[in-house]
């Protein structure tokens, strides 16, 4: 069946990295385009950044342009969020998404900046 497990979200103080993991399986991973999400207590789940199935195109939400990279390895059919100068606002839910025909989502890794 399909999966999609988060890894890497910890406690980390303000201005550090984390890398998030997710991992597929149970559907062709170069097929769909993958995304992050995020969902802070109390408000709507945003989109935090995209990537084409080859990994030939990203996008952004502004408040993480300069900071954050997504990137995936479709050998290991595995996405990555690369996050530096993290902030407080940071601080969510992170989800991983794959789209194409169909929709399909993690369970999500934590994420808490704070000193």
């Known amino acids: 069946q399909v999966q999609l497990v988060e890894s890497g979200g910890e406690l980390v103080q303000p201005g550090g990295t984390l890398r998030l993991s997710c991992a597929a399986s149970g559907f062709t991973f170069d097929s769909y385009a993958m995304r992050w999400y995020r969902q802070a207590p109390g408000k709507e789940r945003e989109l935090v950044a995209g990537i084409s199935g080859a990994g030939s195109s990203t996008n952004y939400a502004d408040s993480v342009k300069g900071r954050f990279t997504i990137s995936r390895d479709n050998a290991k059919s595995t996405v990555y969020l690369q996050m530096n100068s993290l902030k407080a606002e940071d601080t969510a839910m992170y989800y991983c998404?794959?789209?194409?025909?169909?929709?399909?989502w993690g369970q999500g890794t934590q994420v808490t900046v704070s000193s």
């Open positions: 998404n794959a789209i194409r025909l169909r929709s399909y």
